[in-house]
């Protein structure tokens, strides 16, 4: 990142870390190749809050300072969807059921 690291969400198998920061970039980790395996660059207007992997590690769901969530495939960076207005202030949490049909933000 060109800017500071805002989030950090490591995947339940221990393979990924994914991190957000202030220039609106994520970048997906890989933790046992020990290498940058993804990047999404102009993800959101704002600059990323929070950030989860759903369990499968597939899906991404970001959260931006404005209060937008977005979800993402993790192997193609296509985002599915968007949520403009989430919340009126800055998403802090973001948690993503086991079966992965399901996401709480905070």
């Not at 393979?15 to 970048?27: A, E, F, N, R, Y």
């Not at 940058?36 to 959260?63: D, Q, R, Y």
């Amino acid at each position: 990142e060109k800017d500071q690291v805002t989030c950090i969400y490591g995947s339940d198998d221990g393979t990924l870390v994914v991190s957000g920061s202030g220039d609106k970039t994520i970048k997906i980790w890989d933790i046992p190749e020990k290498r940058n395996k993804n990047v999404f660059v102009h993800t959101h207007k704002e600059p990323i809050s929070a950030i989860a992997l759903s369990p499968n590690n597939e899906v991404l769901i970001s959260g931006s300072s404005s209060g937008e969530i977005k979800l993402w495939t993790t192997a193609n960076k296509k985002c599915l969807h968007k949520i403009s207005l989430a919340h009126s202030d800055s998403i802090t949490q973001i948690m993503v059921s086991s079966d992965t049909k399901y996401f709480i933000s905070k």
